[in-house]
């Protein structure tokens, strides 16, 4: 199976500051989508971000932009100006190699937001 | 409004009872999926399916059963439940499969006892 690996399972950051989320994943495709997702409290999955492997340029939406490497496997995520509303579960998610309906998340980051 | 909807909410129930958990889409979306989340694995796929009566196994499908009989329900199955199949559940749709990555229900906490 694919593997989706987050190294950090808790991090802490205060308000307005910026915080950053790694992510590594493995593929052996040569285009494919990345993406991160928020899990508040509430439990409810939120896409943060959708990153196309062919372009070169990192995604952006808004405050959240993704700090892509492509030779490294690597797709951090990167905060700025963090909210307290920022405060969730964080989670990385990848297709299969082979499959793009099997679609495999990392086991999150838990971010909380510090007034 | 466009969404996935997923019922119940909270469910708690036996070893052995048969349940099921319904699934909606109000989006005419082709792909939908079934994941569990437990703590420090993340979300791991259960089902998918691409289109009406096309399903297939996602990374953990023993004990599990799903049917698309139509494009906008995806209902999952639990024939015989165990307490190892506590858990959240998560129901999504995709217009596009992984590509355009997946609207999610809002969960259905379970609980086998």
């Known amino acids: 199976a694919q593997t989706v690996t987050q190294s950090q399972p808790e991090m802490s950051v205060q308000e307005a500051e910026t915080v950053t989320l790694s992510c590594t994943y493995d593929?052996?495709?040569?285009?494919?989508?990345l993406f991160w997702y928020k899990q508040p409290p509430s439990r409810q999955m939120i896409l943060v971000i959708r990153?196309?492997?062919?372009?070169?340029q990192n995604a952006t939406e808004n405050r959240f932009s993704v700090n892509f490497q492509k030779a490294a496997k690597s797709f951090s995520l990167k905060i700025s100006d963090s909210q307290l509303g920022d405060t969730a579960m964080y989670f990385c998610?990848?297709?299969?190699?082979?499959?793009?309906?099997?679609?495999?998340f990392g086991s999150g980051t838990k971010l909380n937001v510090k007034p | 409004e466009a969404q996935v909807t997923q019922n119940p909410r909270y469910l708690i129930t036996v070893t052995g009872k048969k349940l099921t958990v319904t699934c909606s889409q109000n989006?005419?979306?082709?792909?939908m999926s079934w994941y569990r989340q437990d703590p420090g694995l993340g979300l791991r796929q259960i089902y998918y399916?691409?289109?009406?009566?096309?399903?297939d196994k996602g990374d953990v499908p023993e004990g599990y059963k799903v049917s698309r009989k139509e494009k906008r329900n995806f209902p999952l199955i639990l024939e015989s439940p165990s307490p190892n199949q506590t858990s959240l559940y998560f129901c999504?749709?995709?217009?596009?499969?992984?590509?355009?990555?997946?609207?999610f229900g809002s969960g259905t906490r379970l609980t086998v006892v």
């Open positions: 999504a749709s995709s217009l596009g499969g992984a590509t355009y990555g997946y609207t």
């Open positions: 593929t052996s495709e040569n285009n494919y989508y």
């Open positions: 990153q196309e492997a062919y372009k070169q």
């Open positions: 998610a990848s297709p299969e190699s082979l499959n793009f309906n099997k679609f495999y």
């Open positions: 989006m005419n979306h082709e792909y």
């Open positions: 399916s691409m289109n009406v009566e096309v399903t």
